[in-house]
């Protein structure tokens, strides 16, 4: 007999195999026609009844969101990141191209003060900068690998120094659509970002995280010894 576990890791296997760019395949019109149709369902269909989809992002979530963050959520859908930082985020902006998504998240972030969204496309994001962290679930696979990069870079440019990307995905065992751990780092690193960190959770999914600026502390290995920089260094 199937357990309602079992059956949110069959559903799981299907939507990772199957779903991704499939669906929209880096046509806009269609993608925002297929996510302005599903807006309702979205949460109940996928982050619901997904095994590990809400576990997943509450645990990236809680670990890389601070105190006092400004957040940008590229692709915010239903608003699904954005509940889960009102607490600590001193502003949030949340952007996505269907309006039916973005209905459900203004319901949800009703009471959310420092919440903001805007329909726009991420490949030509009306926004000029300032953002702590940068974050996205399941958007980019949607993009073509052209998009991918340019909007990466565009990305880049709008974080803080010491801004960091927190992006959820799935393993790339799934099917081809998904990145590899590679192409996460390459697509990161050419967009300028400086050190990348990928992690493997609840059997399905992918967190990436990059940083753009990390302070060098050690400037030279000598006989395995750090050298530390520090102001006596100047003089
Ligand atoms: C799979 S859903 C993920 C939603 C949300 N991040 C989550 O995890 O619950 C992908 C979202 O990306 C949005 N999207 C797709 N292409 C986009 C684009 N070019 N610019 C902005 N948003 C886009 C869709 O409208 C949809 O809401």
Not at 28 to 44: E, H
Not at 148 to 153: A, D, E, G, I, L
Not at 165 to 186: G, H, I, K, M
Request: glycine share 6%; with cysteine; charged share 25%.
């Amino acid at each position: 007999m199937l357990t309602l576990s079992d059956l949110k890791h069959i559903w799981g296997r299907v939507v990772f195999r199957y779903a991704g760019r499939n669906i929209s395949a880096g046509n806009a019109t269609r993608s925002r026609r297929f996510y302005n149709l599903i807006g309702k369902l979205y949460d109940w269909l996928y982050a619901d009844h997904i095994y590990g989809y809400r576990q997943a992002a509450l645990y990236m979530m809680d670990r890389y969101i601070e105190s006092g963050d400004s957040v940008l959520d590229i692709g915010c859908g239903t608003g699904l990141l954005m509940e889960m930082a009102q607490d600590r985020a001193r502003m949030m902006v949340g952007v996505d191209l269907s309006l039916g998504m973005l209905k459900q998240a203004r319901n949800k972030l009703n009471h959310c003060e420092q919440a903001y969204l805007i329909a726009s496309d991420c490949r030509m994001l009306p926004l000029r900068g300032g953002f702590d962290k940068i974050v996205s679930s399941f958007m980019f696979v949607i993009l073509s690998q052209d998009d991918q990069k340019k909007v990466v870079n565009n990305l880049a440019s709008l974080l803080n120094e010491n801004g960091s990307f927190v992006f959820l995905s799935a393993r790339d065992e799934f099917s081809p659509e998904w990145l590899t751990n590679d192409q996460w780092r390459s697509l990161c690193l050419q967009a300028g970002m400086a050190k990348v960190e990928i992690q493997d959770v609840y059997d399905y999914y992918r967190i990436v995280v990059a940083q753009k600026c990390v302070i060098p502390h050690v400037v030279e290995e000598k006989s395995g010894k750090n050298l530390v920089a520090s102001d006596s260094d100047h003089t």
